[in-house]
């Protein structure tokens, strides 16, 4: 049964992953990791994979009943009732590189639903934390609902790189900038977190997984916005990726015709 | 006359310019501050022009027979042999919404072209400075060398915003992002930061001015880039904007071809 005390008890329990993997990210920070590229090129490195363990393990020791579903391990009950998806860093390359605008992203699902969602930014110690009913807060302060659009709508977009997972469809990428040419593109959990304080009227990811947008999904209508899921598709490994738009109410619909426009014409 | 020791000279007094920027700054963030909707519809605050106004009188009181030229107040000696250029925050909309990737950039010319660079992030704590001959430093620490490019090369580039400036020239972006998918878009002077420490591999600005863009101009060239001007247009205002691509020498010169191939086919 879900309810908003036990959203509540998540959501303590959720800080508390959150707490392990900054522990986590500092002493391997300075102990050093290892990188590997995996067979999409992307990056992961030794760093990644012991978040994901640690949590995966704390979750199930409290929660021997909940299911979890992670980036670099796979699933473990993934038909449980809860079930908590892992995202250990988003934003490998960042990290790698030493941008700081990589994060953690935590979600919780009841009954495939996601409910809970954290996002954390070790590098600027920032913590956004929300669930179904209760709001979101921003290092433990309430986050506002969204505002109006701004005069010139900030687009944030995942990269263009994103469009070309799988087929290329790139032209999307085109044809939203064209329409929002006032973008910003972290290409991690940084523009989520940029979009949930309201730094961005409209957010637009492609071709993305269940760990990389069921946080984005419960936050956003927290603090009183849409989110309208699009273009799934499954790979043939199985994996199921999807993209979103997400944002202020005014300005969702219409960039979602512009985005169904063009899947129907292709 | 320029040699090494009078930069070094130079270099300490822009750091001391970058203190009072960060005293305004820190001040009137707790004050609060005004916003003006510019002509364009850039944002300009009071701040902007408090922070402009305290750089250009110091660098005057200090060095009576050098220029300024600042985004906010124009010109005074432009003439000179030393002139200062000043973006007292390059990233107003991004203060003003709250985000901290915006900066300050400071450079100065010696007959016309740029000797010294600074940027400074001050919600990062960031400062980047360097001069001709002398290398680059962050917050006081070497900045190494460009390495090789990465494997899948990251973008960083300009807003598509940018390329509408005047007449319609996005297509620009649409042919450079295909270039080079995995993007990177700060809208700020960040990029350029992300540059100099080899977070991203190669830079497209396009329709700046020349206190955007004369730093990033000396602090690529002292760690091994390239840098080459591009675009060179002048508003019926009389002011001057041009574009830049810059970064890792392996990578200008593909671009180049590519920018200078679509500038023959208008």
């Known amino acids: 049964m879900l309810n908003d005390r036990c959203l509540e ?6 800080l508390i992953l ?9 002493k391997e920070l300075q102990a050093g990791f290892n990188i590997e590229i995996k067979q999409d090129k992307s990056f992961v490195t030794s760093l990644d994979k012991k978040i994901e363990r640690t949590l995966s393990e704390k979750i199930l020791e409290t929660y021997p009943n909940h299911g979890v579903i992670g980036e670099e391990f796979g699933e473990t009950n993934p038909d449980a009732e809860f079930v908590w998806t892992l995202d250990p860093i988003d934003g490998t390359e960042e990290l790698v590189s030493g941008l700081p605008t990589y994060g953690t992203i935590i979600a919780l ?6 409910v809970l969602g954290l996002i954390d930014h070790s590098a600027f110690d920032l913590t956004i934390v929300g669930a179904k009913g209760i709001g979101v807060s921003c290092n433990d302060k309430q ?4 505002g109006k659009p701004s005069e010139i709508p900030r687009l944030y977009i995942g990269s263009r790189h994103q469009f070309i997972r799988g087929k290329d469809e790139s032209k999307l990428f085109e044809i939203v900038s ?18 949930i304080q309201g730094q961005a009227d409209i957010g637009f990811e492609y071709n993305l997984k269940i760990w ?11 603090v009183g916005g849409d989110f309208v899921k699009i273009g799934e598709q499954t790979l043939e490994s199985g994996l ?3 993209g979103a738009i997400f944002g202020k109410k005014e300005l969702v619909k219409g960039l979602l015709d512009l985005v169904l426009l063009f899947k129907l014409q292709q």
Do not use: H, M, W
């Open 18 to 26: 959150k707490d392990s993997v900054r522990q986590v990210i500092t």
């Open 143 to 146: 986050v506002p609902k969204l």
């Open 178 to 195: 064209a329409k929002y040419p006032n973008l910003r593109c972290f290409c991690t959990c940084y523009g989520f977190t940029s979009l």
């Open 9 to 14: 008890k998540y959501k303590d329990f959720a």
């Open 212 to 222: 990389d947008l069921a946080a984005i999904e419960v936050l956003v209508k927290e």
């Open 240 to 242: 199921k990726l999807y």
């Open 109 to 114: 699902l009841y009954q495939g639903e996601p």
